[in-house]
């Protein structure tokens, strides 16, 4: 995973948002959005075809869920992170890789 551009850009993200000071209920949706995008991402390369697809699709919309929070608080440098994660995700999409 450690070659895998967009694991390790929502890794990064991941690290980067857990140093927003934020109130809850933002601090904990945005927690467990940013980490779902990870963990899908995650999960969806030990998948095949459509099943790894569909994780990066239920990725892609934790992602949504993350811009909507930073958009909040207008943090510009992870929203510009986020925005690189999207385009990476929306190729894997597009492109899941072969069926097994």
């Given at each position: 995973?450690?070659?895998?551009?967009t694991y390790q850009l929502a890794k990064n993200l991941v690290i980067q948002s857990k140093y927003?000071?934020?109130?809850?209920p933002l601090k904990?949706?945005?927690e467990r959005a940013v980490l779902s995008i990870f963990l899908n991402i995650?999960?969806?390369?030990?998948?095949?075809?459509k099943d790894r697809k569909r994780?990066?699709?239920?990725?892609?919309?934790s992602?949504?869920?993350t811009q909507?929070?930073?958009d909040l608080i207008e943090n510009k440098e992870l929203?510009?992170?986020?925005?690189?994660?999207?385009?990476?995700?929306?190729?894997?999409?597009?492109?899941?890789?072969?069926?097994a």
């Open positions: 995973m450690k070659n895998f551009r927003l000071k934020l109130r809850n904990d949706q945005l995650a999960e969806g390369t030990g998948k095949s075809g994780f990066y699709e239920i990725a892609m919309g992602l949504r869920e909507a929070c930073l929203i510009k992170q986020a925005d690189q994660l999207g385009a990476s995700l929306y190729c894997l999409i597009r492109n899941p890789g072969p069926e």
